[in-house]
Structures are given as C-alpha cells and as structure tokens.
C-alpha cells in the first residue's frame, strides 16, 4: 500500500479567508519562522505561539534578488508596501509531508533541493521551515511549510507588476480605438498562477521523496495522485479547513471532522489504537517492577504529556536518526536505561560524556580511513542511536524540572490570591 502525499497549497490574502487565518505576510512568516515580526503595514507585532517543534528555516531567493531580503521581516515587508488593495493577494502558502523515516539532514537538503528547482529557479522568494510534530495520538509528523512571493523581480531588483495590458491591434497592427481609449486585455507577467502548477509541484515533490527512499533503501513509495485518479474507491478523507480545525482542537466536533474520523477508522485507525493502549500498559507494568530517579522521570513526563519529548531545536544527535517516534516510546527508553543500566541523573551525564567521546574518535577513524570501514560505520551508528535516547532523556530532564517549578510557582500563586481574597 503507498503512502499517500499530503499536500495543501493556498494564496493568502490580506486580513485572512477562509484557507488562511494569518491577516498578513508577516503573521504568516512570523508562525513558519516562530520569529517574533513588526509589520510596519499595520504597525503590529505578531508574536507566534511557543512551539519546540522547528527544525530549520531558511530564505532562497533568485540571484537578482535584493540581498537583504534574506532577512525575513525585510522581505515580507516589503511585500506587504507593494500591495495597495485592502484585499490585496500577499503570497502563496504551501504544506507538504515527508517521510519521518528520514534525519533531519536529509528532509533539509531534500526540501532545499525541492525549493530551488521548483520555484527560486523560477524567479520566486522562498520563505521555509521544517517542523516535525506530533498529533494527540502519538504520531509524529514531519513536514514543511513555503511562502511564496506573487510578482517578480526585475533585473533592478524591483518588484515586477502580477499582470500587464496588452493592446489589441487591428488587421494592419494599429490600435483599435474604442469610446473609454483603446481595445486592450491584461496578461499575467508570470505562469505561476496556471491551474496545472499544483499538481506538477505535487507531482515532482512526490518523485523527489521517492528518489530520495530508493537512495536510502528505504522500502516506503509515495503516491501524488488521489484514489479517483488512481480509479480506486476507497474513501479519502477532506480538508478540515481552518475554523473547522480550530473548533475540533477545542473538543467541539465537526461535520467535517466526523466525516474524517469515519474514514480513518474504516481505514484502520481501530488498530493503531488498540496497539498503541498495549504499548501504554505494557509501560506502566514495567513499571512497577523497576524503581530509579531516571525511570520515575519518564513515568511524571508520560503522566504529563502522554509521551516524551524531544529536543528538535537543540539536538545534536537527534538530528542524524531517523524513526524518532522510537524514542517518544516510553517502553523503548525503559529498555534503553536498564540496559545501560544508567539509574541516577549523573550516570546519565558519564554515559553522555563517555559515548559522546567514543563517537567523535570513531569518526575521526573513519575519516582518516583506519582500520575496517563497515565495521566502524556499524560501531557509529550503534554509539548514535545510544547518545539519541541519551539525549531525549537529558532534555526532558531539564523540560520536566522547569515544568514542576512552574506548577510550584502558579500553585504558591493560588494560594496568595486565595488569601487576599478571604481577607476582603
């Protein structure tokens, strides 16, 4: 069965609609980035929600590109100066998945590749990032998200009109005079609103991933058409849209929303559930057989947050492994400490410290093309998959310790509320 592309491309329009909440480009550019921006349109600063979910971002632009729109609130700024309209189109937005067997690395320099060849290349600004969630069901979800410039960018590094009048000339090539001037129509400067660019976009992301998959051996083929397309007749599921999403994120169900739940348990999502309850108890029996700091750790962060975390800004090691829903699995991590038998904090820092040291000498070995090189390229990524648990265990250490000190400040808080309150 393939994997099915996850796409969503859409134009956003100043003061939002109904595909794009974000009033303005830099709204927009703001939330991809999780950059606080000063729109100097409006004269509001966007501050994006927290999130520790961004792996990378960076601005591509054509080679005749002013370069100080590498700066993110530069560029879109002066986006949001060119258009006048109150209703003004700002930009095009676009969403698309990728496998989350692949490293950071590799989703980096595939999206970089995909970008240049598919739009910088063509004469647009590319604003991107890449973030790798995870849904209240456990799944990770790595992905990308594009902002896209309209107009084009002359040899002056001006911005280029979105469309041009084009005289109509008569038998002998002269203008036709009409009552209101002379016959004329407009014609876009640019191809990049064709119908037809969705769906090759689509299409040669989709090739890319798949090239990409061959290349790493990775059994997983993706599929860019849908189930019509295809003549099959399994259902698929609908776009929820934005205030649809934003109501079921609220617990308030939807038409929509149940029509796509409807499909996803027909499509076997009855059994992901029922695997993944087994994965949970298994957990919580392991459990209690077994008592140290670092175990007690990873049952108050599954208490919390259902799984653990995972350090994606930060982390050094997390970045080169792939299956990363592996370390989220509190089973996994369990097996992990007491195999290496690490039941306080500061065995977890030696073992860090020692692996960290082991991993950088056998680099360096394989670098300088000492002894056997596959068997040293095996010891790497037996010393990389350790120091990633290693390190996903350490930063939810330092997450779960400033979590318990704010819900110490906030109850300490409570209680002076209460207080000044009885007292009244």
């Known amino acids: 069965m393939p994997k099915w592309m996850s796409t969503r491309f859409s134009v956003m329009t100043r003061g939002g609609n109904k595909h794009c909440s974000c009033p303005s480009a830099i709204d927009a550019a703001g939330y991809i980035s999780r950059e606080e921006l000063y729109s100097e349109y409006d004269g509001h600063t966007y501050k994006p929600d927290p999130k520790e979910d961004l792996v990378?971002?960076?601005?591509?632009?054509p080679e005749n590109e002013p370069k100080e729109?590498?700066?993110?609130?530069?560029?879109?700024?002066?986006?949001?100066a060119?258009?006048?309209?109150?209703?003004?189109?700002?930009?095009?937005?676009?969403?698309?998945?990728?496998?989350?067997?692949?490293?950071?690395?590799?989703?980096?320099?595939?999206?970089?590749?995909?970008?240049?060849?598919?739009?910088?290349?063509?004469?647009?600004?590319a604003d991107g990032a890449i973030n790798d969630s995870v849904n209240e069901k456990g799944q990770r979800n790595l992905h990308f998200h594009l902002l896209l410039t309209l107009r084009a960018i002359d040899e002056n590094g001006k911005w280029m009109p979105k469309q041009k009048k084009i005289y109509i000339l008569d038998k002998d090539g002269n203008k036709i005079r009409t009552k209101k001037g002379y016959k004329s129509k407009t014609e876009k400067t640019t191809d990049w609103d064709e119908p037809s660019k969705a769906k090759m976009w689509r299409k040669n992301l989709t090739e890319l991933i798949n090239e990409t998959n061959d290349a790493l051996k990775i059994n997983e083929h993706w599929e860019h058409r849908s189930f019509k397309e295809l003549g099959m007749e399994e259902l698929p599921t609908i776009h929820l849209g934005s205030r649809a999403n934003a109501l079921e994120k609220k617990g308030i169900r939807t038409e929509r929303g149940d029509y796509n739940r409807k499909v996803?348990?027909?499509?076997?999502?009855?059994?992901?559930?029922?695997?993944?309850?087994?994965?949970?108890?298994?957990?919580?029996?392991?459990?209690?057989?077994?008592?140290?700091?670092?175990?007690?750790?990873?049952?108050?962060?599954?208490k919390r947050h259902k799984i653990l975390q995972l350090p994606i800004i930060s982390g050094k090691f997390l970045r080169k492994v792939s299956h990363r829903e592996?370390?989220?699995?509190?089973?996994?991590?369990?097996?992990?400490?007491?195999?290496?038998?690490?039941?306080?904090?500061?065995?977890?820092?030696?073992?860090?410290?020692?692996?960290?040291?082991?991993?950088?000498?056998?680099?360096?070995?394989?670098?300088?093309?000492?002894?056997?090189?596959?068997?040293?390229?095996?010891?790497?990524?037996?010393?990389?998959?350790?120091?990633?648990?290693?390190?996903?265990?350490?930063?939810?250490?330092?997450?779960?310790?400033?979590?318990?000190?704010?819900?110490?400040?906030?109850?300490?808080?409570?209680?002076?509320?209460?207080?000044?309150?009885?007292?009244?």
């Open 82 to 125: 060119i258009e006048k309209q109150h209703n003004a189109q700002l930009c095009r937005m676009f969403k698309a998945s990728l496998p989350n067997d692949w490293t950071y690395e590799v989703a980096e320099e595939v999206v970089r590749k995909y970008v240049k060849d598919n739009f910088v290349s063509k004469g647009m600004c």
């Open 326 to 424: 592996r370390l989220q699995d509190p089973n996994n991590m369990v097996a992990f400490v007491e195999l290496k038998n690490i039941t306080t904090f500061d065995s977890l820092q030696g073992y860090l410290a020692e692996h960290e040291e082991k991993y950088d000498r056998l680099n360096k070995k394989l670098s300088k093309g000492e002894d056997d090189p596959e068997y040293i390229k095996k010891e790497i990524k037996s010393e990389l998959s350790g120091l990633a648990f290693a390190e996903v265990l350490d930063y939810n250490k330092t997450n779960e310790d400033r979590e318990r000190a704010n819900d110490k400040r906030n109850k300490e808080q409570h209680k002076v509320e209460r207080k000044h309150r009885q007292e009244r």
């Open 69 to 80: 729109y590498q700066d993110r609130a530069a560029l879109w700024n002066s986006v949001e």
């Open 56 to 61: 990378h971002k960076e601005i591509d632009l």
């Open 264 to 302: 996803m348990e027909i499509r076997g999502l009855i059994d992901f559930i029922t695997r993944t309850s087994a994965s949970i108890e298994n957990f919580k029996a392991k459990i209690k057989d077994t008592s140290n700091e670092v175990i007690e750790l990873i049952e108050s962060v599954c």
